[in-house]
């Protein structure tokens, strides 16, 4: 079992669609959780950070943790074409106070239909 | 602010050639993180550096090196290429913990 499973879609909407991205994971210290937005032949560009459980909320994206089913979601609000890219998970423990080291799902890739 | 910067951007190499990767982090951020990406395992966590020290590794073989400079500049280097290092690599700074900036990467073919 991977550490780290993300639906790789690939996932089509219309616009104005609410988009939902999930992932599940096994290491119960995790403790930090991204969101990556990466466009074709760019670099992963960070959407939301979280840590611990709850919910995060940054204009149409809204982020969630559930810790006690090690599950974690993105919402999209009012999906737009220009929110077509692949999405990323990732986390980590950040132990031993490293920065580094993040844990990434494959991706799901997202497209928005005009 | 200028963004993560890494060159080359694309490099074409031959099998048992080695390479060396550059990235000049987010100014201020002292920690950098290499990842290799790839269709098939994705993005995959390589090394990171903070202070010139190596603070964390992943699972690659000893091949992959890296360094990082007093400005906080580091590189990454390949020895004895393979046909499967063919990959994205990617570098991401860092000034707090859980906020990771990344480059555009460079896009690395062996042949």
């Known amino acids: 079992q991977k550490e780290v499973e993300q639906d790789p879609g690939p996932l089509s909407v219309p616009e104005g669609a609410i988009v939902s991205l999930n992932c599940t994971y096994s290491n119960s210290a995790f403790q930090y959780f991204m969101w990556y937005r990466q466009y074709s032949r760019k670099g992963p560009e960070l959407l939301m950070y979280t840590y611990s459980s709850g919910n995060k909320e940054d204009g149409r994206f809204t982020a969630q943790v559930d810790k006690s089913s090690k599950y974690i979601s993105l919402f999209i609000r009012d999906s737009q074409p220009s929110d077509s890219a692949t999405y990323l998970c990732a986390m980590s423990d950040l132990t031993g106070g490293s920065q580094g080291n993040l844990i990434f799902g494959k991706g799901t890739k997202l497209s928005v239909k005009p | 602010k200028a963004g993560v910067t890494q060159t080359p951007r694309y490099l074409i190499k031959t099998r048992g050639q080695q390479v060396t990767l550059s990235c000049s982090p987010i100014s201020g951020h002292r920690s950098v993180s290499w990842y290799q990406q790839t269709p098939g395992q994705g993005l995959q966590f390589l090394f990171e550096y903070f202070s010139e020290t190596q603070r964390n590794k992943g699972n690659f073989p000893g091949r992959f090196s890296g360094r990082q400079f007093s400005n906080s500049r580091s590189e990454m280097n390949v020895s004895t290429l393979e046909l499967g290092d063919s990959a994205l690599y990617l570098c991401?700074?860092?000034?707090?913990?859980?906020?990771?900036?990344f480059g555009p990467g460079t896009r690395l073919t062996v042949t």
């Open positions: 991401a700074s860092s000034l707090v913990v859980g906020e990771q900036y």
